[in-house]
């Protein structure tokens, strides 16, 4: 049945007489009438959540009404009535534990009686919770003396004076509003929104209803809270029935207006047309406003930049200090078992009492090389002395691979505390951009390090590119990660020499840097090993650019000291773009003399003592009797530590010396003809190469500059002999800064070099090559000449002028058949060889 519908009324009245004697009759209550009050224990599908009977409606006669009080419940606990093990029920139950009905954490049921006078003369016939909307239906009786709307007012007023506050919300009051409607209980998941939409419907099924005017449906509507909108069905529209939406400023403005006005009857002469319009209202989800994301969307060239910024500021402000932590631990071995105190001493002396416990296997390749640093005692002596004074300049140690470079820094460093090796050969031989980042890490313990970030970053930048027509900025180039791998290193070598400042330091005063630069023996040792090695023809060299720029950056600031190790004699060209103004500070290696070359042998052989006969100990070396060959096989082995220690094991393992040397021998001729001969790949040709195996094994050292008038290096001969340097067939000599000499690049080479040149069939195929080649070159210089006669036999008449043009290249034409004619004969004798030998 319809609820009054009688004249709207304000909702604030002058008080009637009776309202009047109620609000004096306050202070001396009377007893409360019986109240008769509706369950709400149980599930979702009680009386209390679907209305009277499971019908969804609220039905009265004409003496009874309905009240409304919102805020007794938060609106925002709905999520939880999603829940499957929680309900309306429950929630209810949780507030009806609650014994101060002071606060509105209690039962709803005695919220609602204080809410009401005492003296009010109603009868309480049910109240049913609205958890979803944060309030509760009471259904009432009254008598037919008194109104509904008067009761209305009384309630109001009543709560004006005495304000109940929830605990949840305490700057908003309970309010109270009269049902006009018809409302609908239903208990289906809808969520309560600050916007509610007003379809207007006819009366029944044969009427039609009117459209509400935006003035009519403000009279209406705006006694429940405020209104920030009214939005009409555009006139255009096909859909039925009309509506409309309104906007509220806040969501429980919208609960009291949905729960007391639906089901509302407008009559006619409030504008409802001939047989009045019916008000149903729901709650219209409010579509969430997405400016933001379309700012984000609309705006890249903006946004990408910031967020690299962000990005970079995080790993700045986060991974930054951890790396740096991490470089720490790598330089001080803190990582590392083998280098710890403890783990050093329990092995000690668990060694001590069982020598059949080994942790590591003895190097006998120890003994030899002691024999080398006792020769160049005087060298690490020189090292240490530089490293004690405060000179900013570069160390380099300089020598053919295989010289002891690296052995003879760790040395004279054996008693550093802090100390940084970098090879760059692993660097340098890492394949791709994320490979060289991660080898260049690893050499120095930067983690953690997402290398494959920049790989992803480059196809977001690609991906950029194709749409907004600019990069974003979050790849980064391998020369900007390398930058910021040496930059975290540079900080961890100055926090570790800084770590060594005492509180009782006499230099306390001093600033770090001044006390960095007055204390040279405090900063870390960077090693910078293999330096300029190459092995990828063609390769960058920014690796070893950007390492050279790092090292000068620590030197300078007098934060770590530096030492190259490096086999290129022309390493001043690379170090001198770093350090312009520096004089380098070298110790140049080479091959160890002969009475060395045979300690290092001996000794390598007596690492170990074994019994002799007699029951006395005796070294190896004194138990061989083939150890007078030693002095002669040296002399053709040379003095380079490798050979020799390839030498020891080989007579170890039960060879005479002259054997050994001569598999050493037949090794190295293979090696020379795999890589230099038959590989064609390469900056070389096999015939140059040949030609300078050939020329050293008749003669142990060439002429740099007779060299270059050879006819097979007429073209590009200096950047031919520089890249057979570094691939270390040969070795360059140099007098004043200049290219001087050319030896075999091992000692051992110039007996290799002879073996191969005894194979008649490798000779004679190498010589035939060359042949072709510089016949073929003359056949082409033959054809320039005839080309450029032709042209002068053209002209008229043959001037005198160009007559001795013509006898030059006529005399030169001659020269070069002359060279052909040599050129085939012999190339005949080499063919018949080749046709008769294997």
Not at 278 to 301: N, S, V
Not at 392 to 398: A, L, P, S
Not at 500 to 506: C, L
Not at 818 to 828: G, P, S
């Amino acid at each position: 049945m319809l609820l009054h519908t009688g004249p709207l009324r304000r909702p604030i009245r002058p008080l009637t007489s009776f309202q009047r004697q109620c609000l004096h009759s306050f202070r001396n209550p009377r007893p409360r009438p019986a109240v008769l009050s509706a369950s709400v224990r149980g599930r979702r599908h009680t009386s209390s959540d679907s209305g009277e009977d499971e019908t969804g409606h609220i039905s009265t006669t004409p003496n009874e009404g309905i009240f409304f009080f919102d805020n007794l419940f938060p609106v925002r606990l709905n999520w939880l009535t999603r829940l499957p093990f929680i309900d309306a029920g429950t929630i209810i139950s949780a507030y009806k534990k609650g014994k101060s009905p002071g606060i509105a954490l209690s039962d709803p049921t005695a919220i609602i009686h204080r809410a009401l006078p005492d003296n009010l003369p109603i009868k309480i016939e049910a109240v049913l919770p609205r958890i979803r909307e944060g309030g509760a239906y009471v259904k009432f009786t009254h008598d037919g003396g008194i109104t509904a709307e008067e009761l209305e007012g009384t309630v109001k007023a009543y709560l004006k004076g005495k304000p109940i506050k929830p605990w949840f919300n305490p700057f908003r009051k309970v309010r109270a509003f009269l049902v006009k409607g018809k409302p609908w209980i239903e208990d289906l998941y809808r969520l309560p929104s600050t916007r509610v939409k007003v379809e207007f419907l006819p009366t029944s099924p044969e009427a039609s209803a009117a459209e509400l005017t935006q003035e009519t449906l403000y009279s209406l509507f705006r006694r429940y809270g405020t209104i920030l909108e009214m939005t009409s069905q555009p006139s255009d529209s096909k859909i039925m029935p009309r509506f409309a939406f309104i906007d509220y400023s806040h969501i429980w403005f919208a609960t009291m207006a949905k729960n007391c006005m639906h089901g509302f009857v407008l009559v006619t002469e409030q504008g409802g047309g001939k047989t009045g319009t019916l008000l149903k209202i729901q709650y219209e989800p409010r579509a969430r406003t997405k400016w933001f994301r379309d700012w984000i969307t609309g705006h890249p060239r903006i946004v990408l930049p910031i967020l690299a910024a962000l990005v970079a500021a995080a790993s700045v402000a986060v991974f930054d200090p951890i790396r740096t932590w991490m470089i720490r631990l790598h330089i001080t071995h803190g990582l590392q078992l083998d280098q710890n105190q403890y783990y050093q001493w329990i092995r000690s002396q668990v060694s001590r009492g069982y020598d059949y416990l080994r942790f590591s296997p003895k190097r006998v390749e120890d003994a030899g090389l002691n024999a080398i640093l006792e020769d160049r005692h005087s060298q690490m002596q020189q090292l240490q002395t530089w490293l004690s004074e405060s000179v900013d300049t570069f160390i380099v140690v300089q020598g053919p691979r295989g010289a002891g470079k690296k052995q003879l820094v760790e040395q004279a460093l054996s008693g550093q505390q802090y100390r940084l090796s970098i090879d760059c050969k692993k660097i340098q031989e890492a394949r791709g951009d994320i490979k060289t980042i991660d080898a260049a890490a690893a050499e120095v313990g930067y983690r953690p390090v997402f290398s494959w970030l920049n790989s992803f970053s480059s196809l977001i930048d690609l991906a950029a590119m194709g749409t907004i027509g600019t990069k974003t900025g979050l790849s980064e180039t391998l020369e900007n990660q390398l930058v910021k791998i040496w930059s975290n290193t540079t900080n961890a070598l100055r926090a570790l020499a800084l770590s060594q400042r005492r509180k009782d330091d006499r230099d306390l005063n001093l600033g770090d840097d001044e006390w960095l630069e007055a204390h040279p023996e405090a900063r870390p040792i960077v090693i910078i090993d293999n330096f300029l090695h190459k092995t990828i023809e063609g390769s960058t060299d920014m690796v070893y650019d950007k390492l050279a720029e790092w090292g000068a950056n620590v030197t300078t600031r007098n934060i770590a000291h530096v030492i190259f190790l490096t086999t290129d004699v022309s390493f001043s060209k690379s170090l001198s773009k770093a350090l312009p103004d520096r004089v380098f500070r070298q110790i140049s290696l080479g091959d160890c003399s002969p009475e060395v070359a045979k300690k290092v042998v001996i000794r390598h052989l007596d690492a170990d003592t074994v019994t002799a006969q007699g029951g006395e100990k005796a070294t190896p070396s004194q138990l061989r009797q083939d150890l007078d060959e030693l002095d002669s096989v040296i002399q053709v082995l040379g003095g380079r530590l490798t050979d020799l220690e390839f030498l020891a094991r080989r007579i170890q393992a039960g060879e005479s010396p002259s054997s050994a040397v001569k598999q050493i021998i037949e090794q190295s001729a293979s090696e020379i003809l795999k890589m230099y001969l038959l590989d064609a790949d390469r900056t070389w040709t096999p015939q140059q190469a040949w030609v300078l195996i050939s020329e050293l094994a008749d003669n142990e050292e060439l002429k740099y500059n007779e060299l270059l008038l050879n006819d097979m290096f007429s073209k590009n001969g200096s950047q031919v002999l520089q890249s057979l340097e570094q691939a270390e067939l040969i070795s360059i000599l140099s007098v004043n800064g200049r290219p001087n000499k050319i030896k075999p690049g091992k000692p051992v080479y110039l007996s290799a070099f002879q073996y191969l040149t005894e194979d008649e069939v490798l000779r004679s195929r190498q010589d035939l090559s060359i042949l072709s080649q510089l016949a073929a070159k003359e056949n082409t210089s033959i054809q320039a000449y005839e080309d450029e006669l032709q042209k002068l036999a053209q002209l008229p008449g043959t001037p005198t002028e160009v007559k001795p043009r013509v006898r030059y290249l006529l005399g030169k034409a001659a020269a070069s058949q002359e060279k052909i004619v040599k050129y085939e004969a012999k190339m005949a004798q080499l063919k018949k060889v080749l046709s008769q030998k294997y």
